[in-house]
C-alpha cells in the first residue's frame, strides 16, 4: 500500500485542509510500512551465527528465504537462509551469480529471496552501511518489494546467547516511496527455543567450520551452500 494510491482522489481537492489531510494519509502508511512484521525460524538463525562464527574477524552477509503473507497479513515469515560471502562482500559478478542460483534454489522449494542479513567486521558498528544498503536495494527491485536487511547486533548476541535478549538482530526497512533504509521499531520475532543451547554445543563440536557459504562454493565446487545438513 503506497500513499501514491491516494494521489488521484485527493488532487482533485485543492484547499488547504485537503492538502493537510494527504499528509496525514501519507505519515500513516509510512508509519505502516515501518512496521513491517517479521518473523524469523531458528534454523536460520542457527545459519547467521554459524557463519558468523566461521568468520569471527570478518564481516558477512547472506540472504533469508520465506514466505510472505497474503492479503491484509503482509508479514515476512522467514525459514531459511543463505550463506553468501566474507570479507569481500560486494563484488558484483558474485553477487549476481549468488542471487540467480539462490533465487531458482528458492522458487523450488516454494519459497522467496525476502531479504539480507549482514554482520560487521568491528564488534561496536551497529551501522548498515552503503554496501548492504545496495543489495538490499536490489532485492526489493528484484525478488521482493517487502525485502528487509537483517543486521546481527554484535553487542546483543552475547546477551541473547545468555537468554538475556529476545533477539540480536535490527530490522531495516525502506518503505515504499523512500530513498533511505531505516531502523525499524518493530522487534524481528524470533522463534529460538533451545536454540542458544544448540550453538554453543555445536561451535564445540566445530560444526560451525563444516558450514559453507558462497565464497566457499566458488572456491571448491563441491561445497554445498545450501547447507541443508543444518537445522536447528
Known amino acids: 500500500l503506497s500513499a501514491h494510491d491516494y494521489l488521484p482522489a485527493l488532487c482533485s481537492l485543492a484547499d488547504k485542509e485537503s492538502a493537510e489531510c494527504f499528509s496525514i494519509i501519507a ?19 542457527l545459519k547467521i551465527l554459524l557463519h558468523a562464527a566461521k568468520y569471527p574477524a570478518l564481516a558477512i552477509n547472506g540472504l533469508l528465504l520465506g514466505t510472505l503473507g497474503k492479503g491484509g497479513d503482509r508479514a515476512l515469515q522467514i525459514s531459511d537462509a543463505v ?16 542471487l540467480l542460483q539462490v533465487s531458482a534454489y528458492a522458487e523450488s522449494r516454494q519459497l522467496q529471496v525476502l531479504g539480507l542479513y549482514h554482520a560487521n567486521e568491528v564488534i561496536e558498528d551497529k551501522h548498515l552501511g552503503q554496501g548492504p544498503r ?3 536495494d536490489k532485492l526489493q527491485q528484484n525478488c521482493c518489494q517487502q525485502a528487509v536487511a537483517l543486521l546481527v547486533d554484535n553487542q546483543l548476541l552475547s546477551s541473547f546467547l545468555k537468554g538475556e535478549s529476545p533477539t540480536f538482530l535490527q530490522m531495516y526497512v525502506r ?7 531505516s531502523a525499524s521499531a518493530t522487534e524481528v520475532g524470533v522463534t ?15 560444526r560451525h567450520r563444516q558450514l559453507s557459504d558462497f565464497d566457499d562454493h566458488l572456491d571448491d565446487l563441491t561445497r554445498d551452500w545450501t547447507n541443508v545438513d543444518i537445522k536447528a
Open 27 to 45: 505519515v500513516s502508511i509510512f508509519e505502516i510500512n515501518m512496521q513491517q512484521p517479521c518473523n524469523i525460524e531458528s534454523t536460520p538463525l
Open 175 to 181: 518503505p515504499e516511496g523512500s530513498q533511505s533504509w
Open 83 to 98: 550463506p553468501l560471502f566474507h570479507g569481500q562482500l560486494h563484488l558484483a559478478m558474485a553477487l549476481e551469480t549468488a
Open 134 to 136: 545496495t543489495i538490499a
Open 192 to 206: 529460538a527455543g533451545t536454540l542458544p543451547q544448540l550453538y554453543v554445543t555445536s561451535v564445540g563440536s566445530g
